[in-house]
């Protein structure tokens, strides 16, 4: 009974440690194996626009500390590869960025010349959207009108006048929520109004979920050698 007690413990622990996995955030990789670099296989663009951020998702960024960094800008910045004066610069060789609100973020290398030759990445992050408002319902039907007292009959209507049903509010129109407007490098949709393909979780490594099945290993591993001991010593 005890081993299949264990049996249970361990599924549990499982089962919490996914719920654990699909509720936390990805950290993406830029670059992938290339990491930060001057000439990577894949443009960071392109890299940028087959995934999907949001918010509280990170990015990683491995470069060599001694030559290179990493230089969050404004977009004129960006657009000038001015490395003076950045909104943030990471220099340690294996820098994290958290993205904390939606909207564009724009990277570019602290090296100037890195930056000219095409070394800059934008980032957009997508918008957490309310849930849409429950659709428009009719009002209902109006009461019916008394009917007359018994022995008399009711009035005929005036000639010339034409008898019209209550008229009533015809229904609001959709409230959608606010477009976003592309940017070159954006996460957006192709033009046509297709909604953007699934995200690819490519070179994103979710560290929770890593930590999570580490803590898992561990405790069954640690009940099991305590489980035998016990069956032993009887």
Known sequence: ??????????????????????????????????????????????????????????????????????????????????????????????????????????????????????????????????????PWSPPPNAPSPAAPPNGSSPSPAPQGEALTPASYPSPPATVHGPSTNSTPGSNTAADGGHPPPPPHRSFAAPAACINSFILVSTVSFVSSVCLGGVITSL
């Not at 549990?12 to 290339?34: E, N, P, R, T």
């Open 1 to 134: 009974m005890d081993i299949i007690n264990q049996s249970y413990l361990f599924l549990i622990l499982v089962f919490l440690s996914a719920v654990m996995c699909s509720s936390h955030a990805y950290q993406f990789i830029v670059g992938g194996k290339d990491g930060w670099v001057l000439n990577p296989s894949e443009n960071y663009n392109h890299w940028a626009e087959r995934l999907r951020f949001q918010v509280n998702d990170t990015l990683l960024f491995k470069y060599k500390r001694e030559s290179d960094s990493v230089l969050v800008v404004s977009k004129d910045n960006y657009d000038n590869c001015n490395t003076k004066r950045p909104i943030l610069r990471l220099d340690d060789g294996k820098s994290v960025f958290k993205f904390e609100r939606s909207g564009p973020f724009f990277f570019i290398s602290g090296n100037k010349s890195n930056c000219i030759n095409g070394q800059k990445l934008i980032i957009v992050v997508l918008a957490v959207r309310n849930r849409p408002s429950s």
